[in-house]
Nanobody, 126 residues
Framework: EVQLVESGGGLVQAGGSLRLSCAAS????????MGWFRQAPGKEREGVSC????????SYADSVKGRITISSDISKNTVSLQMNELKPESTAVYYC???????????????????WGQGTKVTVSS
């Protein structure tokens, strides 16, 4: 069974930084895409960023470009999200997701991802 465990959420002041991490287990192989999505209170879930374990290619939502960096460690099947210059509107539950397979596209589309974590809450105070 594929499992994803997120960590690193919490409370931070506007302008601060947080690093989220996600560890995946329960599968074999190096062909997968891991990503982060978020859901703010009263809003639909949206994609933040994703990365291919195969070739390291990435995708970012326009709203976070320049402030967020995604990285992965294939040897540990982990993905991290470094978030800088956080804004109050970044407050949300952040979900880690994984799409396993050799033909997975590196796109922030929910239907691409097979498995999801439980989420970690990020609160940015003004």
């Amino acid at each position: 069974e594929v499992q994803l465990v997120e960590s690193g959420g919490g409370l931070v002041q506007a302008g601060g930084s947080l690093r989220l991490s996600c560890a995946a287990s329960g599968f074999t192989g190096d062909d997968y895409v891991m990503g982060w999505f978020r859901q703010a209170p009263g809003k639909e879930r949206e994609g933040v960023s994703c990365i291919s374990a195969t070739d390291g290619s990435t995708s970012y939502a326009d709203s976070v470009k320049g402030r967020i960096t995604i990285s992965s460690d294939i040897s540990k099947n982990t993905v991290s999200l470094q978030m800088n210059e956080l804004k109050p509107e970044s407050t949300a539950v952040y979900y880690c997701a994984i799409a396993i397979g050799s033909r997975v596209v590196v796109e922030l589309r929910e239907h691409v991802f097979d498995h999801w974590g439980q989420g970690t809450k990020v609160t940015v105070s003004s």
